[in-house]
Antibody
């Protein structure tokens, strides 16, 4: 059974840093691209970042480019999102999602809440 | 990258059919057959309902169907059921090698 489980969320002050993790199981981790998607309170889904199966290609939304870094450790079947210079507008539930081989994100976690506030 | 345009809300009675539109540009929806749709219940992870414009993942009811014409994609739900009440989002690949979601549509089953 495919599972992805996020962790690492919490309360952080503006300008601070946080690292999210996503533990994956039930599939060959290095075969599939992975992504982070977030949902701010009362708002819709926003794609944040994606990384290729072997981690050699990364992509970012303009809203986080230069502040967030996506990475993966295939030996641990774990996806990461390192977040720096956090802003109030980064407050959201962050979801980890496995991408299909074409379009679509076919397995999602339950999300981890990041709150940026003083 | 601007969000794709969806109606904020749609509604229908049990048994009826509804269609949710998703409008983009030639740089996203119109340029690629990489449109997907998600059902999202509060407090849960989103569920993939349609990928590659019109394909259903295993386990998704055939009451859900997708299509695309030009820069607009559509999700149709036939034979509405109470359990279909949720938020629905479209998503597309873009010419910038990124992904963009629609603003979301709240479906109410009357």
């Amino acid at each position: 059974e495919v599972q992805v489980l996020e962790s690492g969320g919490g309360l952080v002050q503006p300008g601070g840093s946080l690292r999210l993790s996503c533990a994956a199981s039930g599939f060959t981790f290095s075969t599939y691209a992975m992504s982070w998607v977030r949902q701010a309170p009362g708002k819709g889904l926003e794609w944040v970042s994606s990384i290729s199966g072997y981690g050699d290609s990364t992509y970012y939304a303009d809203s986080v480019k230069g502040r967030f870094t996506i990475s993966r450790d295939t030996s641990k079947n774990t996806l990461y999102l390192q977040m720096h210079s956090l802003r109030a507008e980064d407050t959201a539930i962050y979801y980890c999602a496995k991408k299909t081989s074409t379009s679509g994100f076919d397995f999602w976690g339950q999300g981890t809440l990041v709150t940026v506030s003083s | 990258q601007s969000a794709l345009t969806q109606p904020a809300s749609v509604s229908g009675s049990p048994g009826q059919s509804i269609t949710i539109s998703c409008s983009g540009t030639s740089s996203d929806v119109g340029g690629f057959n990489y449109v997907s749709w998600y059902q999202h219940h509060p407090g849960k992870g989103p569920k993939l309902m349609i990928y590659d414009v019109s394909n259903r993942p295993s386990g998704v009811s055939n009451r859900f169907s997708g299509s695309k014409s030009g820069n607009t994609a559509s999700l149709t739900i036939s034979g509405l059921q109470a359990e279909d009440e949720a938020d629905y989002y479209c998503n597309s690949y873009t010419s910038s090698s990124t992904w963009v979601f629609g603003g979301g549509t709240k479906l109410t089953v009357l």
